[in-house]
């Protein structure tokens, strides 16, 4: 098996990372164009990078010691080009090799990501207007911004609450709209990726969802923001690459959201909470990071507790769940925090923030 960098040294060798033409900032369009045609003269397909503040193009081929001399020395000499690199990472645009600084993601005056800590709050499940009416207000009045709520649910018995589908995106909308709140949805499938879209401000995908690549694929073509939940077995770079499934679509707005993985012992919690893997991503990825505490930990007295950690270890906001009446709620009551309990933690995340120069 090659090493992750590929294997460098004897004539012929094979490389396993594909090459990467990183461009300028700001490179012209016919820089770009220009590039690509060099590669194509060379027989090679280039793949075209769009980023947030740049174009990568990649040679996606495997390419041998005197291929690669060759290119580098053409395209080298090129206008607009600033460097060529094989990632050390199999993912690419999503790597801080690729993008130095943070991506800051700009949904509707809500910045996620470059500094911000962001709070995404609401129930689990849509269940009805009076509901998640409630819940919003209790979500705007406590600071945060974004509101959450699955139309679409992920649930491992067919015979447990679903969701409201379409009509539980149209209570989401519409609650959204009279709150001023940016709003965030689950969507399952890639042929329903358009209808989500028409509805909600994020689509989420959820951790079940996290190697569904033809969903990644048309949520990378839709252009909205993308909340990628990482799968519950998921190594560090399964979910980057994951993200660049969405990334290589053209859409740069990828948020990573830890979630919790498969734990060891269930009989305290649902999952555990990988809070290392915030720090992680932090250095390897300019992708904004979330953390979820509720499906985390899946008990509701230890949500304040992860999320306060959360913003210790770096992360760029939470997500957590609220209902206004847990005991009743149709999905995930038992994880979910009641209005006053969501209040307090926000007023003792912001107490948090201030000693660490974060605004809440
Ligand atoms: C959810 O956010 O309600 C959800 C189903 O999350 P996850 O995909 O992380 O289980
Ligand atoms: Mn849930």
Redesign the pocket.
């Known amino acids: 098996m090659t090493s992750r960098k590929g294997r460098k040294g004897d004539r012929g060798v094979i490389f396993a990372s594909p090459m990467i033409i990183v461009m300028q900032i700001g490179a012209a369009q016919e820089e770009i164009d220009l590039v690509a045609d060099a590669i194509r003269s060379r027989g090679y397909e280039p793949l075209v990078l769009p980023g947030q503040d740049r174009v990568a193009i990649g040679v996606p081929a495997s390419l041998n010691n005197d291929q690669r001399t060759d290119l580098e020395a053409v395209l080298g000499a090129m206008d607009g080009v600033s460097k060529i690199t094989q990632t050390s990472h199999p993912y690419k645009l999503a790597s801080r090799e690729f993008n130095r600084t943070d991506t800051s993601i700009e949904v509707k005056g809500v910045k996620i990501g470059g500094g911000s800590f962001v709070v995404m709050g609401g129930p ?2 849509v269940e009805s207007y009076e509901q998640f009416h409630k819940a919003a207000t209790i979500v705007k009045s406590s600071g945060a911004t974004i509101l ?1 709520g ?1 139309a679409f ?2 649930r491992t018995s067919p015979y447990s609450f679903q969701g409201l589908a379409e009509e539980g995106l149209k209570i989401l909308k519409s609650v959204g709209d009279e709150t001023g709140l940016v709003t965030i949805s ?1 969507v399952m499938s890639g042929d329903m990726v358009s209808l989500v879209a028409e509805y909600v401000d994020i689509l ?1 995908i ?4 996290m190697q569904n690549f033809p969903l990644l694929i048309e949520a990378g073509k839709s252009g909205k923001p993308v909340f990628l ?1 990482r799968g ?1 077995a998921a190594q560090i770079d399964d979910f980057l690459l994951a993200a660049e499934y969405v990334l290589n679509q053209g859409n740069p707005h990828v948020i990573l ?1 830890e ?2 993985i498969i734990p060891l012992d269930r009989t305290y919690t649902r999952n555990t909470l990988d809070l290392s893997a915030v720090p992680v991503l932090k250095e390897h990825t300019h992708l904004p990071v979330i953390v ?1 505490p ?2 985390g930990t899946g008990v509701a007295k230890y949500v304040t507790p992860m999320a306060k950690a959360a913003m210790v270890v770096g992360a760029d906001g939470i ?1 957590v ?1 609220m209902h206004p009446d847990p005991k009743s709620a149709l ?2 009551g038992s994880q979910a925090l009641t209005p006053d309990q969501f209040l307090k933690m926000m007023s003792e995340m912001r107490t948090l923030g201030a000693a660490l120069g974060i605004v809440l």
């Open positions: 689990c499940s959450r699955g649910k992920p689950e989420q959820g951790a079940r969802s939940k519950p959201c979630r919790g979820d509720s499906h997500m769940e999905s995930d």
